[in-house]
């Protein structure tokens, strides 16, 4: 059985940083492309940020442009997001895909459970 694992979420100061992990059980990250979305209470899945097998291309959406950065290593694919706002609270989730590099949400292979992301004062 194969499964994606966040880690790192937590609670934090308006202007502050986390760190969000994603894992692999079961398989290795680096044949996938990998996606994070977050859904706050009462609003859609939105897109965050995804990054190609190799690393090497990337994407965020505009309300995260600039305070987050998407990267990989051989196991993990990290989200690193700093000068956090209310805004961005809401459940973080990693996503992977096989074949398609920023696929739409629906065309992901493979989900983790999400995990919370606070930010408040």
């Known amino acids: 059985q194969l499964h994606l694992v966040e880690s790192g979420g937590g609670l934090v100061q308006p202007g502050g940083s986390l760190r969000l992990s994603c894992g692999g059980s079961?398989?290795?990250?680096?044949?996938?492309?990998i996606g994070w979305f977050r859904q706050a209470p009462g609003k859609e899945r939105e897109g965050v940020s995804c990054?190609?097998?190799?690393?090497?291309s990337s994407k965020y959406s505009d309300s995260v442009k600039g305070r987050f950065t998407i990267s990989r290593d051989n196991t993990k694919v990290y989200l690193q997001m700093d000068n956090l706002k209310t805004e961005d609270t809401a459940v973080y989730y990693c996503?992977?895909?096989?074949?398609?590099?920023?696929?739409?949400?629906?065309?992901?292979?493979?989900w983790g459970p999400g995990i919370q992301v606070t930010v408040s004062s």
């Open positions: 990054i190609s097998r190799s690393g090497t």
């Open positions: 996503a992977a895909d096989k074949y398609f590099y920023c696929p739409g949400p629906d065309e992901y292979d493979y």
């Open positions: 079961g398989f290795t990250l680096d044949d996938y492309a």
